[in-house]
């Protein structure tokens, strides 16, 4: 085997591993060992269009090699279809894109030198830049952009489809033009080959600028969901406090009240009295887990769903500080309980009764498993990850989404049922873990 054939070879792996690894970063894949299977993929449909010629124009090439990686995305992959086909579109159309940067320098640099046309080396060239040039947006994007783990609406993806077809085709045009045209002047060559360079690097800047605008508008989605979330947790603690000013205000009457009852010899008067004042107590400070943080997070909400009538049963001990972060701790309880609440709240709006939520955790030696359980008042599907209603519009991808990366932080298991009730299952490992995020890449 010659050495072009070796780094050929070379180069054809690194390119997989990459593309692979930007879609197990947005999307997550579904298998073990999604690497081998991708790569096989890959392989053979890049094998049998050169072998029997399935795409001849370079429009063909680029609908074809879209569409089979379409379908083992679907296969290898989580996510909508729309978001994979997002993705799909965009790792091809960029390099396509970024060709009409590189192709019409080097075009006329060559045409300056007297040479005419254009050789295999300088093909290759421009090849590897646009390569190149996908390479560092997809790291752009991967490292900076992780909202766009988050399932987004699927107007977005088509709007950006659209986007991304309209920039690649309006470039590859300008290129046919301009290297269908004849007796170019190594100066017009050149002057004419600038602007047209740099209409294709503002299309790649197009690329970039249309998903910060999406992550934007997701990052406010979320803000927005976590005002009302914070809106609604002040408002049961203003309850809450109200009801411990009017017993504070009530304890030296209650003094009063029981001496003169043990004075009167009426014991069993007296303990009678001191039950209902501790269950009036209780009912200030419901939950008790073990952390501070979790019972000050868990008990407004556990009196939100008590004044809506859900009947909900906590039987709940959590890890110590040294296992799991308090913040990742709380945000995976809250959601989990938030998404519970507003399920049965759906159903009560629906005109249902109000519903219930079960919570259970139990404590082994070597994890941690956390389960919560709540009636659902329609059918629900679960897909990737996903919880969908029977319309098939998301109705929590966010809250699973935040569960799910405390889930991946700390290399635990989330596991979703939704037959006849919906169940949400977390095991994670308790080995003392200080900060996750420091090993995080």
């Known amino acids: 085997m010659s050495e072009a054939a070796i780094g050929s070879m070379i180069w054809g792996l690194l390119d997989t591993f990459l593309r692979y690894r930007f879609f197990n970063k947005m999307l997550g ?10 790569y096989l993929g890959t392989l053979l449909y890049g094998h049998l269009n050169v072998l029997l010629v399935l795409a001849g124009t370079p429009w063909g090439n680029l609908v074809y090699l879209c569409g089979c990686s379409f379908m083992l995305n679907m296969l290898l992959f989580h996510g909508s279809i729309l978001k994979k086909a997002f993705f799909t579109i965009w790792i091809y159309c960029v390099p396509e894109t970024a060709y009409g940067i590189y192709f019409p320098l080097f075009y006329s640099l060559a045409g300056s030198r007297g040479q005419t046309g254009y050789s295999d080396t ?35 993806a088509v709007y950006l489809i659209c986007i991304i077809v309209f ?26 080959a600038i602007p047209l360079s740099l209409t294709a690097l503002g299309g790649e800047i197009l690329y970039i ?17 976590q005002y009302q979330m914070l809106g609604r947790h002040l408002e049961v603690s203003k309850e809450q406090y109200c009801q411990l000013i009017k017993i504070r205000h009530d304890i030296k009457n209650h003094g009063l009240c029981l001496a003169q009852l043990l004075a009167n010899g009426k014991s069993e008067e007296a303990a009678h009295y001191l039950q209902q004042m501790n269950l009036r107590l209780e009912e200030a400070d419901s939950i008790q887990t073990g952390s501070v943080f979790a019972d000050a997070l868990l008990n407004p909400k556990y009196h939100y769903a008590k004044n809506l009538g859900i ?44 519903g219930w939520i079960r919570i259970v955790s139990h404590m082994n030696p070597n994890y941690w498993v956390f389960e919560i359980s709540n009636s659902v008042h329609s059918p ?18 966010v809250g699973l989404q935040n569960i799910k990366a405390v889930v991946e932080r700390y290399g635990g298991v989330l596991d979703l049922q939704g037959e006849t009730q919906f169940t949400l299952s977390v095991m994670l490992p308790l080995a003392p873990k200080k900060n996750p995020s420091a090993s995080k890449e």
């Open 311 to 354: 009947d909900l049963t906590i039987r709940l001990s959590v890890p110590d500080e040294a296992t799991i972060l308090p913040v990742d701790l709380c945000c995976l309880l809250s959601n989990a309980l938030d998404n519970a609440v507003e399920a049965c709240q759906r159903g009560i709006e629906a005109g249902n009764p109000p």
């Open 122 to 156: 300088m093909l290759q060239m421009v090849e590897i830049a646009a390569c190149l040039t996908l390479y560092i947006m997809m790291e752009v994007l991967s490292g900076n952009l992780h909202v766009l783990r988050q399932d987004f609406e699927d107007r977005d």
């Open 167 to 192: 920039i690649c085709a309006a470039v590859d045009m300008m290129l046919n033009l301009f290297t269908g045209i004849s007796g170019w002047t190594p100066k017009s060559l050149l002057m004419t």
């Open 380 to 397: 629900v599907n679960l897909n990737g990850g996903k919880l969908k209603s029977s319309k098939g519009t998301a109705i929590c991808g």
């Open 29 to 38: 894949n579904k298998y073990h060992c999604t690497f081998v299977w991708y």
């Open 209 to 225: 600028y249309c998903i910060i605008m999406l992550k934007r508008r997701l990052t406010e989605q979320l803000a927005k969901q």
